[in-house]
């Protein structure tokens, strides 16, 4: 048998098997990604219904807070001769009460026409008190009393969620929060002010914390211009309130899908930079809109690199079995050809050995 064409031969063979190998592990390599990625979005899926259901929930317990207060009679009856002092204590105390049951609401307001405080309750970490009348101050140009003054009777006004400020300064320890205000109307349907209800949004933060515990990948709350409230690198979440400090987003970090989620509000989305899952909330529960600066975003975001690694973990025991099957299918297809071909040999010098005997024999 020539060297050469052995060589040739088993070279050939081992070309055919590797890329059949190549070809069934390419095969395996996407039916394992596929069914990694349809995992994690079943997974990403779950979990954004279950965060923006929680979050949905907790501003609907305000919004029926709201409207309870803002349908006492007793507010109509703080500028009456008779009853004005009256209905003044019998709100502070329904208003002291509230605030210590739902231990979610950092102040209780009520704001007349002109933007003056009438009444204010402070929760004063769960001993509320009544602030008293030469302390309470005229708020008529702050933005959260211009928006809701000029609200539809029945309709609700959300602030964008933020850190709280007091005296020029952001308050240490960090306090989230949102307002939620709505006007209030006399029987002749005549705005005479409003309520605000200062919600400590640590609450809905908690939520989102304990609900995406253990979730695959990063889970993040977005302000409706794309700067992190709550996130993994926590040294980037707040971001937009401190102006020293960088202004990075994932209208920066994430530039590609940032369009996507401005356009749809909410969907779920592969790139090459992994899958995205995203959804939208309006605190106030009106309509989403381009223009709603209060609505909050929520993003999960399972990067590429967690993908290959949990990939490359399922299919670590495949490789290895894989190779192990080809090598045996090289050995056995060798060993086959092999002995092909020594008996293709053999029966040639049988032939030879016989011919010469038939020509010995004719001799004689």
């Not at 002092?85 to 019998?90: E, N, R």
């Not at 005296?167 to 307002?179: A, G, V, Y």
């Amino acid at each position: 048998m020539k060297i050469g064409r052995l060589v040739a031969i088993y070279l050939a063979l081992l070309i055919a098997t590797a890329s059949f190998g190549g070809l069934l592990f390419w095969g395996i390599h996407q039916q394992t990604l596929n069914s990694i990625v349809n995992e994690l979005k079943l997974e990403s899926n779950n979990l954004i219904n279950q965060i923006t259901k929680q979050i949905s929930l907790a501003f609907i317990e305000i919004h029926s807070d709201l409207l309870y207060v803002i349908e006492q009679q007793e507010l109509r009856d703080l500028d009456s001769v008779f009853t004005s002092q009256s209905a003044l204590l019998s709100l502070q105390e329904s208003w002291k009460s509230l605030a210590l049951q739902r231990r979610r609401y950092d102040q209780i307001r009520f704001l007349d026409i002109s933007g003056k405080e009438r009444i204010r309750i402070n929760y004063n970490n769960g001993d509320p008190i009544v602030i008293g009348e030469e302390y309470l101050q005229s708020k008529k140009s702050r933005y959260y009393f211009t928006e809701s003054i000029n609200k539809q009777p029945g309709t609700i006004y959300s602030s964008p969620l933020d850190l709280n400020i007091e005296n020029q300064q952001i308050e240490l320890p960090l306090k989230p929060m949102i307002r939620f205000a709505s006007p209030v109307v006399d029987s002749d349907n005549q705005t005479i002010g409003v309520i605000i209800l200062n919600y400590l949004a640590e609450n809905i933060l908690n939520d989102f914390r304990r609900v995406s515990a253990g979730y695959s990948g990063e889970a993040i709350l977005l302000n409706w211009q794309g700067y992190t409230l709550l996130s993994p690198e926590s040294a980037q979440d707040w971001g937009f309130m401190f102006p020293d400090s960088p202004q990075v987003g994932i209208n920066v970090q994430h530039a590609d899908i940032w369009q996507t989620i401005q356009q749809l509000y909410q969907g779920q989305v592969v790139n090459r930079q992994g899958l995205y899952t995203f959804d939208s909330i309006h605190p106030s529960g009106e309509k989403l809109s381009d223009y709603c600066t209060s609505c909050l975003r929520i993003l999960l975001y399972v990067p590429t690199e967690l993908i290959n690694s949990r990939l490359w973990r399922q299919l670590t025991n495949t490789v290895y079995i894989l190779c192990s099957t080809l090598v045996i299918v090289f050995v056995v297809l060798a060993m086959a050809f092999w002995n092909k071909e020594k008996r293709k040999i053999n029966e040639r010098q049988i032939q030879h050995l016989n011919q010469q005997i038939s020509t010995e024999h004719d001799l004689f």
